[in-house]
Every structure is written in structure tokens, then in C-alpha cells.
Nanobody, 127 residues
């Protein structure tokens, strides 16, 4: 059974930094992509950053976080990270880790393209 457990959320002031972690266990052979999504109150869940973890290399970032957020992984620890710098109040949301094993000829950025989800970690940025 795949389990994804996020950590690292918290409350920071605008301009601050946080690093989210997603510890993965029970990952079956062939996970091809992992990503971070977020959902603010009253809004739909949106993709933030995606990392291809299979044979293909590639990353994707939402325009709103480009240049500020960095997605990475530690294969030895089965952990996905999201380094978030220069945080803004509009980054406030619940952040979710997601994983999927299906291989596609594009980088999956929609929540419907992911089978496995964590419970989320809250990020609150105050002005």
C-alpha cells in the first residue's frame, strides 16, 4: 500500500522560506511522477510542481511559483521535497504530495492524473 506523508508546513511571514517533505513508502515499482499540489479555501486544488521520477527527466512549475519554489527528491530516503522561498500570502494553502505510476508523453500536472495522495500539510503566509 502506497503511503505519502507530508511534513514541514507552518506559519511564516511574507518573504520567508519553508521546506516541505513527503516521505513515501510502499511505492510499487515504476512510479513515474511525483508532485506537489495545493488547495486554498474556496479554491480548486492546483498543481504547484512536478518531478518525473521514472526513466525520463523533467520538472514542471506553475507560473505563480517559478523562480521561488524548487522540487527535488532523495531516492535513498524515498523523500520528495519542495523548497519554498520568497513566500507570499497568496501561497497560503494546504499542500499535498501526489504520486502516479502511469507513464505519459507529457508531464502530468492535473490532480486527476495522480493515483496516490498524502493527507496534506498547511502553509500559512502572513503579510
Amino acid at each position: 500500500q502506497v503511503q505519502l506523508v507530508e511534513s514541514g508546513g507552518g506559519s511564516v511571514q511574507a518573504g520567508g522560506s519553508l521546506r516541505l517533505s513527503c516521505a513515501a513508502s510502499g511505492i510499487p515499482y515504476g512510479i513515474s511522477s511525483m508532485g506537489w499540489f495545493r488547495q486554498a479555501p474556496g479554491k480548486e486544488r492546483e498543481g504547484v510542481a512536478v518531478l518525473l521520477t521514472g526513466g525520463s527527466a523533467g520538472t514542471w512549475y506553475a507560473d505563480s511559483v517559478k523562480g521561488r519554489f524548487t522540487i527535488s527528491q532523495d531516492n535513498a530516503k524515498n523523500t520528495l521535497y519542495l523548497q519554498m522561498n520568497s513566500l507570499k500570502p497568496e501561497d497560503t494553502a494546504m499542500y499535498y504530495c501526489a504520486a502516479d505510476y502511469r507513464t505519459r508523453p507529457w508531464i502530468p500536472t492535473m490532480q486527476s492524473e495522480y493515483n496516490y495522495w498524502g493527507q496534506g500539510t498547511q502553509v500559512t503566509v502572513s503579510s
